[in-house]
């Protein structure tokens, strides 16, 4: 491959990685705020100790998916810079709040949230989890201006070698935001429910004792995953009509697009055929069907890898461009760039964020296999000395 292809794969590589951990946090972030809300309004303890579990869960995806952030910033100034110099004023400012946002607002009511159990006012702890899910979904408002921008920059007029920003509202309102972020979210919602479900299912499936805990979790993981499936497809469709207006020739752009579109639709359909007539209409027997809950755990990748086709669908479909109409791909690559560079770069940055994709899945899954009673999210409150003991064994 050339330096060109190299500088795509590059940064399509690292981005799918990226993705992977941000819909996860998307999807997590709501589910864990609604059990802490039941707890809060019940005071069960197996509200408590469902927000704990499935939050430490939440907790470390995010702190990992917070260096692939990173990987993905420093990626940008390394190989992009012909796109900084060109529209980094346009570019830069939803980036920067965006980190101000992640960074320190979702960081800081995280800290609070993990470090608050049994300290803070219940009505205040609870607060900091909605606020956490709240400034999620604000980050995530602010990557996808930032990316439909680059698909349609709309607001913007070019003087002299760059662009300038005219209209900031055409920013926020550009047609290419407004569908794509509710699609990102269902996306999430979907994604979320079926780690939750799946998870419940493997406990199931081995005959836990936790069975209240794990049948409610996962008639909890159904339930959103079906709120999420008809978000996602239901914008997903509403997202052709201004694409077909603003970038008529995305889906014959190449083979590629093409195949990852059908894809995509195709896993999304089956997903949402089995969520909406076989899983949601039996959803209270689910639990007590052992037969079903390996089915549950072999499907749970699969929103993920349609997360990926659509991601791919959408940033393939505008080449050359990256900017479209504005910027080509080859002209916002960084000058003086070599094969042997970007060849370096690309395998330092799988490999970190490969690693980093392999150790969130072990320690997740190590979670889910230890089960509700080893969680040491909040475990400094009054919790019974059966699970403190069982909590320091390991």
Not at 16 to 37: D, E, R
Not at 158 to 172: K, M, Q, S, Y
Not at 180 to 189: E, F, K, R, S, Y
Request: with cysteine; net charge neutral; charged share 10%.
């Amino acid at each position: 491959m050339d330096v060109l292809d190299l500088a795509r794969t590059q940064f399509a590589v690292t981005g799918s990685l990226h993705f992977l951990f941000v819909v996860l946090t998307l999807g997590l972030a709501p589910l864990v705020a609604i059990m802490h809300t039941r707890y809060a309004v019940t005071g069960k303890p197996i509200h408590e100790r469902m927000t704990r579990f499935w939050g430490q869960i939440y907790v470390t995806n995010y702190a990992l998916g917070i260096f692939t952030g990173l990987v993905m910033e420093f990626q940008f100034g390394l190989s992009w810079s012909g796109l900084s110099h060109y529209a980094g004023d346009i570019f830069g400012a939803p980036l920067a709040i965006e980190t101000l946002g992640a960074f320190f607002l979702e960081s800081t009511f995280l800290g609070l949230w993990i470090f608050g159990w049994h300290r803070l006012p219940k009505w205040l702890h609870l607060a900091c989890i909605w606020l956490v899910t709240l400034t999620a979904y604000v980050s995530a408002f602010w990557i996808m201006a930032t990316n439909s921008f680059l698909q349609n920059p709309a607001g913007a007029v070019e003087r002299g070698d760059h662009l300038v920003l005219t209209d900031f509202g055409a920013l926020l309102t550009n047609p290419m935001l407004t569908m794509a972020l509710p699609h990102v979210i269902g996306a999430g919602l979907w994604t979320g429910g079926f780690v939750v479900m799946g998870a419940s299912a493997y406990h199931l499936f081995k005959r836990t004792s936790e069975r209240e805990f794990f049948t409610r979790s996962l008639r909890l993981g159904v339930i959103t995953s079906f709120v999420g499936s008809l978000i996602t497809v239901g914008f997903g469709y509403a997202q052709f009509m201004p694409v077909s207006t603003l970038q008529p020739d995305k889906f014959e752009a190449s083979a590629l697009t093409g195949a990852s579109l059908g894809a995509m639709i195709g896993i999304g359909q089956l997903l949402q055929f089995v969520i909406m007539f076989v899983l949601m209409p039996v959803v209270y027997w689910l639990p007590h069907w052992r037969w079903a809950q390996p089915i549950l755990m072999v499907i749970t990748p699969l929103p993920f890898l349609a997360a990926i086709l659509g991601w791919l669908v959408r940033e393939t479909g505008r080449q050359p461009w990256l900017i479209y109409g504005k910027l080509t791909v080859a002209d916002a690559m960084s000058p003086g760039l070599t094969s042997g560079m970007i060849t370096t770069s690309l395998i330092g940055f799988a490999g970190v964020l490969g690693l980093l994709a392999v150790v969130d899945y072990v320690l997740i899954a190590r979670t889910v296999r230890r089960g509700p009673d080893a969680v040491t999210l909040g475990a400094d409150g009054p919790a019974d000395s059966t699970e403190r003991a069982h909590a320091l064994s390991y």
